[in-house]
């Protein structure tokens, strides 16, 4: 499942920052698009997993943290000098915090 099929449209997006990376200069949004997919998206879509781990319906329930997969486009934006995103949380929550890094996937046709 995913709300919104890459090839179709735009996803939501939302300013954020990776806690223990640089911060962006001063009035400089940092965007990062995102949609919600549910565990077996990437695998339905054969998007290879890069790093870490994909998304679990045993480990990635409602009761446990947050979690994402992002992707390389993702990492190079957001993770300087060639870091492991995966562990790293995003600062404006403290909470969801990168599982995976997957290959990128064509937006639009």
């Known amino acids: 499942m995913i709300q919104l099929l890459p090839i179709q449209n735009w996803g939501w997006n939302s300013d954020l920052h990776v ?9 400089v949004e940092q965007l990062a698009e995102y949609r919600m997919v549910s565990p077996g998206y990437f695998d339905v879509l054969q998007i290879p997993l890069l790093r870490g781990r994909l998304l679990s319906p045993t480990l ?9 997969v992002v992707n390389e486009a993702f990492v190079k934006k957001f993770i300087p000098g060639g870091q492991d995103p995966i562990g ?4 404006d929550d403290g909470k969801t915090e990168i599982v995976g890094v997957v290959r990128n996937v064509r937006q639009n046709i």
Do not use: I, L
């Open 88 to 91: 790293m949380h995003f600062e």
């Open 60 to 68: 990635d329930t409602p009761a446990s943290k947050a979690v994402v």
């Open 19 to 27: 806690a223990g990376t640089p911060p962006p200069p001063p009035n």
